[in-house]
């Protein structure tokens, strides 16, 4: 009988244990972790099935740009309570704050979010970006229509719907989804570069007064400032060209096209060496640039030294097949 008694009590007691949660344990004492880690963890640790326990833990591994660390307590916080979105929601933001290449799993807990919640912007936003990442062009742009209308999400939704149709190459749709963003809120950055840049490309008069706003705009914007740098070029008014593009630099030191376009213009007033040094700045960045390598070898053509620039028209070639320059360059040598 007490064999009996005491098998019964221990399939309980494994019962029990089975239905416990096997969320990551974590020591208070760890020193390794965070302070803030260690606090959350000495909670989890007396209280192991509490689900916002493990949330606040896995939102404090986010904050540290820990994201698998936080996958693994958000994944806990689900097991426990599958019917909190925000958990999902914050699953799913961590996966692709990693660059996860599990994107089935990054749409399933976005999708679930929203079945649990339908009124969820956030998380409607986040599923369009994915969608439109993956080129499912209508899904994305079916979500950014319901989110024009939301105050926090309005600017960005009609910016990226926009890119949505610009990728499908339907500029008129485009351009008339930033002309209506406009309308809804004039100091929208973003719809004012993306118009910018539509002006640019059609060679409007208007080009320059809409790129001097966006950089008065936000003059810490490398993309304002390149944009307006670029039209300043076109127009050969080359010393304000050379003056932005600085000053893109100066907010994105890893602008690779900045680098370059200065070179060129380097190079259209016979500042060869310089130019060579502005091509090397760029290769620096961006080792496979067929155009600087061919923008070398036009320098140094100009300086004489013929050897030098038919191995970096050469390098160039190798690079792109079928850079023209290139294979002027290699023909007015030989």
């Not at 929601?89 to 799993?105: A, G, P, Q, V």
Request: proline share 2%.
């Amino acid at each position: 009988m007490k064999k009996i008694v005491l098998s019964i009590v221990l399939i309980v007691a494994l019962s029990c244990n089975s239905n416990r949660n096997s969320g990551r344990f974590i020591s208070e004492t760890d020193t390794s972790f965070s302070e803030e880690i260690r606090s959350v963890s000495a909670k989890i640790n007396a209280n192991p099935d509490d689900a916002e326990l493990y949330y606040k833990r896995g939102n404090t591994f986010y904050f540290e740009k820990k994201y698998k660390d936080a996958i693994l307590d958000f994944e806990t916080a689900i097991a426990l309570n599958p019917k909190q979105a925000l958990y999902h929601y914050k699953c799913s933001e961590s996966l692709i704050s990693m660059d996860s290449t599990n994107s089935n799993k990054t749409k399933e807990h976005l999708v679930k979010a929203l079945e649990i919640k339908p009124d969820y912007p956030e998380a409607s936003y986040l599923l369009a970006k994915y969608y439109l990442a993956r080129q499912e062009y209508d899904k994305s742009i079916g979500l950014l229509k319901s989110l024009t209308n939301q105050m926090d999400f309005s600017d960005d939704a009609y910016v990226l719907m926009s890119i949505a149709f610009k990728e499908q190459k339907d500029t008129a749709s485009a351009q008339k989804v930033i002309e209506n963003a406009l309308l809804k809120n004039p100091e929208n950055f973003n719809a004012v570069m993306q118009k910018t840049l539509f002006l640019y490309q059609s060679n409007d008069p208007t080009t320059e007064q809409w790129a001097s706003k966006a950089v008065r705009m936000n003059e810490f914007s490398d993309e304002a400032l390149y944009t307006y740098a670029l039209l300043m070029q076109k127009k050969e008014k080359y010393a304000i060209a050379i003056e932005y593009y600085d000053r893109a630099i100066k907010v994105n030191p890893n602008h690779i096209l900045a680098h370059y376009n200065i070179a060129v213009i380097q190079s259209l007033f016979e500042n060869y060496e310089e130019s060579i040094d502005w091509c090397n700045k760029t290769l620096d960045l961006q080792s496979t640039n067929a155009n600087a390598h061919c923008l070398i070898g036009f320098n140094q053509e100009k300086l004489g030294n013929k050897k030098a620039a038919l191995q970096s028209y050469k390098t160039a070639l190798s690079l792109d097949p079928n850079l023209t320059l290139a294979k002027e360059g290699i023909q007015s040598i030989n």
